[in-house]
């Protein structure tokens, strides 16, 4: 994509997954909503077990960083 599009910022860093972009670029907060939102995709269509690991780093990370509103919703999803 060109930079006229508005989109151009999107590209991976690299070979990067975007979480592993999010974790090279120091971008915690949005690493924890970003897998967060990767864990609800993954219980959404039968992942459960996919969803953990995901939900847990999520909860981990907000936790961390003090974002007690997200990880009250992310709890109280993994709770199902």
């Known amino acids: 994509m ?3 599009t508005g989109v ?5 860093l690299g070979h990067l997954t975007p979480p592993e972009t999010l974790r090279a670029t120091g971008s ?3 690493l924890g909503l970003a ?3 990767l864990a609800r995709a993954k219980r959404l269509t039968g992942g459960d077990v996919e969803a953990t ?3 847990k780093e999520a909860l981990a990370i907000l936790d961390r960083l003090g974002t007690l509103e997200e990880q009250d919703r992310f709890a109280a999803r993994a709770r199902g």
């Open 28 to 30: 915690e907060s949005e």
């Open 8 to 12: 151009y910022w999107l590209r991976p």
């Open 53 to 55: 690991p995901s939900a």
């Open 2 to 4: 060109t930079e006229g």
């Open 35 to 37: 897998l967060g939102a």
